[in-house]
């Protein structure tokens, strides 16, 4: 029972570690699916959110933006989510940025490659707002265990 | 070859023929004239041959541009792909839709179904109480009817924690309801694309008519398009379609993914 108890330890961590006022922008090509996860984040206690509706509108905000944090789709016009991914990890002030896919793509190749661009979290469409709470404090979780 | 170069070719061939045919007309006045028989059938035989030869030789032509026409059909892949495989998958693809539009539209409806009579007996709830502390506040209440109407107040208040808490639920289940507009529009977007591939293939088709179709260039075009559309993404995996290709199902399926791949 050892083992549990230490679970519940973490877990308390993790609720304390993850800053509600940091800065987040949102890329999604839907302006539905950008509110309703603006609207997530705000239930989250998440305020200070950004959007963009592309890859290519994404980039200069996040160059300019000091974001803390970048919640992405994949399939959009103009540039995709994965060379938005590519691009941030390009960017040497940009390359810690923690990265949450959310997105209906759902083939293995996929993923595989968001992983190699060291994705930190990846959510598959349809969600539900627990699942987007769990892995945004996992990706926290992690970065603080790491640091 | 071009139409009109067709035509100009065949034109040339028949002037240079009609010569030829004019210059052995002459001859075969001259052998009738001259008395020579023979010569004059043998003439004569030869014209027939000609007329016969240019006949033949557009018979010829006429057929192999049709054998060439039926065999470019036969080799555009891309036609039948899209009769066999992307109409059939279009059709799933517009069932999804539907099947999802439907289930949003279901999830909507339920929470609101759940959540206006909550409103509606805290409206009434709160007209009751107001109309009583109205009273209380113009002193015509008795004591005995001031603990009833404490009583009362005690329990719409918790009532209102309690239906507040569902209603807030609802709410939130409305919005989570509208994620079918992306994963729906993106279905749609692809059998938009399917439905204009159809048009360009059709007009490829009448074109056919008069020329013939470079199949090997499609065919390395289809192949550079099916790699471009994983970088930009195919959106939602659509069940009973040719989306298969190792396609994770569900959170569960990626987050075993991600910690095999060391995540």
């Known amino acids: ?55 290519s509108t994404a ?57 190699e661009n060291a994705v930190n979290g990846y959510i598959i469409k349809p969600f539900t707002a627990d699942t987007l709470r769990e892995k945004i404090e996992k990706i926290f979780e992690r970065i603080e265990a790491g640091s | 070859m071009p139409h009109r170069e067709v035509e100009e070719d065949v034109a040339r061939k028949e002037a240079e023929i009609r010569s030829l045919q004019l210059e052995k007309a002459r001859q075969l006045v001259r052998f009738i004239e001259a008395g020579d028989e023979a010569g004059a059938n043998r003439l004569i035989e030869e014209l027939g041959r000609m007329h016969e030869s240019l006949l033949f030789e557009e018979l010829g032509k006429l057929t192999r541009d049709l054998h060439e026409a039926l065999n470019a059909f036969r080799l555009d892949s891309r036609l039948s792909e899209i009769a066999q495989t992307e109409i059939p998958d279009a059709k ?6 539907v099947a999802m539009t439907e289930q949003s539209a279901h999830r909507t409806l339920n929470a609101v179904e ?5 409103v509606e007996g805290l409206c009434r709830h709160a007209e009751a109480l107001g109309e009583t ?15 009833v109407l ?44 399917l439905v204009q591939d159809v048009e360009k293939n059709l007009v490829g088709l009448v074109r056919i008519s008069g020329e013939r179709l470079s199949t090997p260039e499609q065919i390395k075009n289809k192949e550079q ?3 471009d559309a994983a970088t930009r993404g195919t959106g939602p995996a659509v069940p009973g379609t040719s989306d298969v290709s190792e396609v994770i199902t569900g959170q569960d399926g990626v987050d075993d993914l991600l910690s095999s791949l060391g995540f």
């Open chain 1, 1 to 55: 029972m050892g083992g549990r108890t230490a679970v519940r330890v973490y877990w308390i961590k993790v609720e304390v570690s993850v800053d509600k006022n940091m800065k987040i922008l949102i890329v999604d090509d839907f302006s539905t699916m950008r509110r309703i996860i603006k609207n997530l984040l705000r239930d989250l206690g998440y305020n200070n959110t950004s959007e963009a509706d592309d890859g």
């Open chain 1, 59 to 115: 980039l200069p905000m996040l160059k300019n933006g000091n974001y803390d944090f970048l919640l992405t789709d994949w399939n959009m016009p103009n540039m995709p989510g994965i060379e938005l991914l590519k691009a941030v990890r390009a960017d040497p002030n940009l390359k810690h940025l923690p990265v949450l896919m959310v997105t209906a793509e759902a083939k293995r190749d996929q993923i595989v490659e968001a992983a």
């Open chain 2, 92 to 97: 799933e693809r517009l069932n999804y839709v």
């Open chain 2, 114 to 118: 759940e959540s206006l009579p909550m």
């Open chain 2, 133 to 147: 502390w109205g009273r209380f506040r113009n002193r015509e209440l008795s004591a005995e009817e001031f603990r």
């Open chain 2, 150 to 193: 404490s009583q009362e107040l005690t329990a719409f208040l918790e009532r209102s924690v309690a239906d507040g808490e569902s209603i807030r639920s609802n709410l939130s289940d409305v919005l989570m309801a509208q994620d079918f507009q992306d994963l729906t529009g993106q279905v749609i977007r692809k059998v938009i694309d």
């Open chain 2, 225 to 227: 398009s099916s790699r």
